[in-house]
């Protein structure tokens, strides 16, 4: 139960370099603990969700999507608001019903009976992006942390329990937080209240909602810290959704990017942020310090509605590239109007683009 | 979009520092400290504010009966037609002889003195016919209350998480119908068809005129027999409140990540609403029904007049009819000072059961 930090915090002490670079980019290899063979944690097969929307419109959230979240190591989903990133976090959580496809926990599809579904969400835990909204105003710290325990009826020890979760997420001396009320903890300890009450169950995946975006910049990197010591300490995956590429830099194995309801590109990320291939990917990363894409690129066009899904790539209507000439330049500006793209395979780096796949078959065809 | 690259991940805190990670820790401790010292400012404040209303209804129990007009010497000299000197003498037994300033003196010596006098038409103590009378309106409303705000605050709670389904319309619709029937209409139609048409209860009062023996099984029978019609009606009325509260303050609730974070870590649906959402949406009904207590003692006027339940509405009625000024002024200032009392219990008891207003109020 207990953790020592000592070993993991020597061998690797500071992921960040001192220009911001994950050292991973310098490592090559990305995944530290991927040495067992890698059947995914979690995946999501062709995962679509379907709302119903005013007017008798229907929301295509998520649209074919694959995920695979490989053991012990971060995940980040990004894409702006409207993606479909929530959602597909919901999912994965069993919080919301696939309208197609499926998701597998350990290689096994994820049932949605009572019983499954309760002993799956011992192993998967959500951490919200607002800890004041997370935690019932009226439960103290140790109810709050304890109710996991008492969900799943785990009676013995529990106060040691609810005192080494608030110790491992940074709650420290555990005994003094246990009577204190939400209201009366500064953000970032509620936020660490929250990833206590997801500790306690000594989960094998955390999925996170924005878990900083609504705390202070100077508690962020303690709160981003504090994930990634669980990863290295205790091998827990997590699945990060954020709209802040730069926190993905910071803290992620692999990043995958959404726009309108599918994953337009996903791979390690030193290959997506220092040679982001997709014009949607390069647009977000041109715009972060240090871009290696040249000079920041704004998006045109209105934000995406996901009521309504242009035709071809659904990124066409705002795409520099298309807009740019450069895809009329490669021969694939009708493909980019009417030929809808495949949806990425399972388990592999890839980018969902026309002008990307041309170019790519230009390359191999060049002897 | 992305803003940070560089927002600087500070090195893991090495596992042996003893604190938590930086941020300025709060002490509860000391904090409970301080919100007890609050709690008794809090407790004064709230104590004064009573007092100071309770004063007020002092004075306008005095002076509204004399001004709402009425004749009671006429009402006790009956049909008879009374020659100037009866009525003089009856006046000066009632005091009434007297001019305004020395009647408040007299009124104000009464009340300090919790001598409330007699009552105009039977020489009763007034003391005596409110306490015969207090406890036939306790079991009328405290029944109505006790129905009204349990299947009332049930309903509401499915209602508001049950958003948009056919319950929740179903049960909204027939709230506000009930809401809106007037109490004396409603009483009427309910004797005219439960009473009258069907024979299945009683029409008025609240015992057997030709007796049902001693035992206290027949008795307690009766009288639950004539409860059933006033008691519902009563609680038909105020139910609406009840299901319309409790269905907003869950539908306020209802959006909290909590409630999510709770149904992730694997609570059922229902129990995630019995023990998250309904406590805390518990919090405003909770004052409604505190506010609802005063309404127990006051009774309920036009039930009990309708029904002829021998309670302080129809003692007030009757009163008010001669008008008997002693026991109006007593039964203004217990239906006032019970409705600002049990205010101030529903301010101090929100205070216990909301940890948030316990420290910031």
Redesign the interface.
Known sequence: MT????GP?QTE????GP??LPEAAQDGAAVPMAAAPAEPALAALELTVRFNAPGGRTARAVDGVNLDLRPGEILAL?G?SGCGKTTVARTL?G?ERPTAGGITFQGRPLQYG?KA??AY??D???V???PT??????HTVYDAVA??LR??GIHDNERDRVADALSRA????AE??F???P????G??RQ?V?IA?ALV?DPKIIIADEPVASLD??????I???L??LRDDLGLSAVVVT?????????ADRIAVMYLGRIVEIGSVDEI?TAPQHPYTRA??S????SPVGEPQVLAGEPPDATDVPGGCRFHPRCPALAGGEAEAAGVADDCRRTELPVLPLGQAGTSCHLVAARAQAVAATP | ????????????????????????????RQ?RAGSRRDFWRFLGVKFSGAMISLVLVLFTAFFIFRVIGGDPVKAIGGDSAMTPEQRAEIEERLGLNEPMSVQFWEYIRSVLTLDWGTSYVNNQQVTDLLLGRLPNTLLLTGTALVLAATVGIWVGARAGWQQGSRFEKSQVGISLALWSAPTFWLGMIVIIVFSVQLDLFPVNGMRSTRGVGDGFWPQFLDVAHHLVLPALTMAAVIYAQYVLIMRSSILEERG???L?????????DDVVRRR?AV??ALLPTVTLIALQFGAIFNGALLTETIFSWPGLGLLFYEAIRVPDIPLLQLLFIFFAGTTIIANMLADILYRF????VR??A
């Open positions: 953790t020592d930090q000592t915090d002490p500071d992921r960040t220009d911001g990004a702006e959580l919080l009572t579904l309760k969400r011992r998967a835990q959500l919200l992006q607002d909204g997370a935690l019932n105003p009226r109710e996991g969900i799943h940074g709650l420290r001396p003094k937080f009577l204190a009320y209201h009366e903890l500064s970032g300890q660490r929250v009450g169950l910049a100077s508690v962020r990197g303690e981003l810290a504090l990634m010591r709209h802040d590429l730069g926190l993905a830099w910071n803290i942020l977000l990363v715009v972060l310090p240090d | 979009m992305g803003i940070q690259p560089t927002a600087q991940v500070p090195a893991l805190p090495d596992g042996g520092a003893g604190t938590s990670g930086g941020d300025d820790v709060h002490l509860p904090q909290n990540d909590y999510t974070v709770a149904k992730a870590k694997g609570l059922r998250h406590p805390n059961l909301d940890p948030r420290s910031s």
